[in-house]
Structures are given as C-alpha cells and as structure tokens.
C-alpha cells in the first residue's frame, strides 16, 4: 500500500510539472530533442585534441551529432577560449558551440563574477548593464571575428540557413552575447539560442531588452548547478542586481524515496521564476559539469591545454593575439582539402 502511494504521489507531482508545457501558436518553445543534440555539441567542445575535434572524429563526437563538418575552429590561447562553427546537416542549419570553463578552475572563477557591470553599446538598449568579463570574453578577444566570419562562410556555402548557438557555463554566457549580437549587429535572423548552466550576464533592463530580441531562448539548468546563481541575485537592490533572462527549463529530480524522476520544467517568462532554479540552494559543482546525462568537462584536468596533430597546421589560417584559427573549405572532408591542396 505504502509503494502504491508514493507512485500516486509521484505521478501527482509529473501531471503538476508537465502541465507547465509551453507552447507558439506553430510549435513547443522548448524541445527536448534539440536540448540533447545541443548539450552533445556542446560537450564536444570540451575536446583537448583538436585534430579530433575539427575531423569530429572525438570520443563525444557520436550520436546525435554523427555527420556534423566543423567549418572553423577558433581557440584563443591567451585567455583560454574556444569556440566551433559547422554545417549541421541533418538540422540543415549552422551550429555555433562555444566552451566554458575547465573543471578544476571553476572555483577561482566563480570569485571573478563579483566583476563590475559595463553599460552596454548596443542600439535602443538605454540603461542595459551588462557583466564585464563575459562581454569581454566575447566581444573584446579574437573569438568574435573568428565565429562571425565562420559563420558567414557556412551560409555563403549551403545557404541563408538557420543559426543554433550554444555553450556551457562561461560559454553559455558568451553564446548568448553572440547571438544577440548577430542578431542586433549583423541582422541576422533565424537565430536560436540554447545554453547550459548559464550564470547571469546583465541587469533586468538587459534581460528586458534581451527577451525582445530572443523570445525563444532557452537555459538549461540542472538541479542544484551553482552557477546559475551566480553573480548572486539581489532582491532588494533590483535597479543594480544581475538578472537573467527568460526562458529557463529546470531539470531536477521528483519523487519520493526509490521512486525518483527527473524532470525537465518550464518556468515562467520572467527569467527568475521562484519555483525553479532559485527554489533550491545553488551549491553544487558535480550538477554544474554533468546536463541530460552528458559530461560537460575536458578529459584532462590542465587549465587551458590543447593538443594537435602537426597535420592541422595546414589549416591554420591566422595565429594574431595567441589565437590559433582552422578553417577548411565547405563541402570537403580534411582528407579532400588536402588533396586539393
């Protein structure tokens, strides 16, 4: 009797939270397909070897992702950035994945998101304030040339296709600056936006702005994930506190006792939905570097270390600041390049 009552409770609890589903008057605004095949591009990333990587010949580079052609591989060296951009042939769309930070340095970044905010330059944005080092990281370093010319070059090959941005943690907040930008800059349109683990990277009026712009983003955060607490809300001084922007799926586990499920909600347009994310203590690193299953870390536990093939070189295309760039033509294998070659 007691084994029947908690599985009428659990399935309570699965009818209250799946009864949250979100939808436009065409589609699901969220859909769990596409947050797998994200989260598998994104860990991807992650890749140490780039020759692995860029031929998507890695041990992550399966699946839901089989086929993928990496267009241009960009890896700021100095300040530990990375970023691909690829043909997606399956989805017929440009795919724009961009990593965050390492496993064991998390904790000395997490004490870098104290950082200041930065009035944001963007048109018709008055009084958007924005997280200095993540806009940095973004707008200020060779990744955003890199991705920008990566992607036109991807769409100049197989057409005026859609764009899918996506990263993890600090990449996350990078990827949301990329598709705003190529959104408000580039007039691009088309463009979807999906992250993981995100921590916040303006003010309300930027989440306001935001939301304009990019209706249907989406962030993944998993249960307790400590970063998307960070920098730390502040609900008393709101004009200065950072605040995300909408909309967030929370995956976390219901039930009671053995019978335990997880779940993906989805909250509220406001961006701090109470009964997400924030209902619970942000304190965990094990959530932050593991989504839907799939490891979100490099295999190996240096800062910042990259390993390639002498081979590659040949695709180098630049080398300016500490950025190392390899780019290869739409359409060809490696192989097929260097033949050409």
Not at 123 to 128: N, Y
Not at 258 to 280: A, F, K, N, T
Request: charged share 20%.
């Amino acid at each position: 009797m007691e084994r029947w009552l908690h599985a009428a409770v659990l399935m309570c609890l699965l009818v209250l939270c799946s009864g949250r589903e979100l939808k436009t008057k065409s589609a699901p605004i969220y859909n769990s397909t596409l947050a797998n095949t994200l989260a598998e591009y994104t860990s991807a990333v992650y890749t140490n070897d780039l020759t692995q990587l860029f031929t998507w010949t890695c041990e992550k580079c399966g699946d839901l992702t089989k086929g993928f052609e990496v267009i241009e591989l960009i890896i700021d060296v100095k300040n530990c950035l990375e970023a691909y951009v690829g043909f997606a042939k399956d989805m017929n769309a440009v795919v724009v994945a961009f990593r965050g930070t390492q496993e064991n340095s998390i904790q000395n970044w997490i004490e870098d998101l104290f950082w200041k905010q930065l009035d944001l330059d963007y048109p018709g944005m008055p009084e958007a304030k924005v997280h200095s080092g993540f806009y940095s990281a973004y707008h200020n370093t060779t990744l955003r040339d890199g991705v920008v010319h990566g992607i036109q070059k991807t769409r100049e090959a197989y057409g005026n296709i859609p764009i899918m941005v996506t990263g993890h943690s600090m990449g996350g907040a990078m990827a949301s600056f990329c598709a705003l930008d190529l959104i408000v800059n580039y007039g691009s349109e088309d463009v979807t936006l999906m992250t993981f683990g995100q921590p916040r990277i303006g003010n309300a009026v930027f989440a306001s702005h935001f939301k304009k712009y990019l209706a249907n983003a989406i962030r993944v955060t998993n249960a307790h994930d400590i970063v998307p607490h960070l920098p730390p809300y502040y609900h008393y001084f709101l004009q200065k506190t950072y605040h995300h922007f909408p909309r967030e799926v929370w995956v976390h586990n219901v039930g009671l006792d053995s019978l335990v499920y997880p779940i993906e909600e989805i909250c509220d347009d406001s961006g701090e939905d109470p009964r997400c994310s924030r209902s619970v203590s942000g304190n965990s690193v094990q959530d932050h570097i593991h989504y839907l299953g799939i490891s979100m870390h490099s295999e190996s536990r240096g800062s910042c270390r990259i390993v390639t093939d002498d081979n590659m070189l040949r695709y180098k295309i630049g080398t300016v600041d500490g950025t190392i760039v390899l780019s290869k033509e739409p359409g060809l294998s490696v192989d097929q390049q260097h033949s050409a070659q």
